[in-house]
C-alpha cells in the first residue's frame, strides 16, 4: 500500500499479457481501486422570536474533509497508462456527493 499513487496504483509489472487464445492465472476482481471517502455533516438550530414565530438556521457541509475521488484504475495490461488513476467519479446527478468540499446554509421563517 505504500507505493499507491495516482500515476501507479499497482505493480503493473507483475502482470504479463497472455498468449492469444488464453486466459491468464490472475484471479478475477483481485485489483481494488481506491474508494470514496465522503463525509457530510448537518448542523440545525431553531429559535423562537415570538409566540407563534420562529427561525431555524441550518448549515451542511458536503464532503466536509475534502477527499478527492478516483475512477478505478486502468488494468487492461495491453494499453499504456496502465495502473494509472484517471479523472475523478463523476457527480450523478447533481448532489453533490463526489465533488470538492461545499457548504449550503439556509434560514427559515416559519409562524
Known sequence: RGERGVERWFDSSCFVTPEPGKFG??????????????????????????????VIYSIGASNLFNHPHFE???????????????QGIPDWGGTYKNTERRFQMKLRVEW
Open 25 to 54: 492465472n490472475s484471479a478475477p476482481n483481485s485489483l481494488v481501486g481506491p474508494g470514496v471517502n465522503v463525509h457530510h455533516l448537518s448542523l440545525v438550530k431553531r429559535f423562537e422570536v415570538a409566540e407563534r414565530v420562529g
Open 72 to 86: 478505478a484504475p486502468r488494468n487492461n495490461i495491453s494499453t499504456p497508462g496502465v495502473a494509472e488513476l484517471h
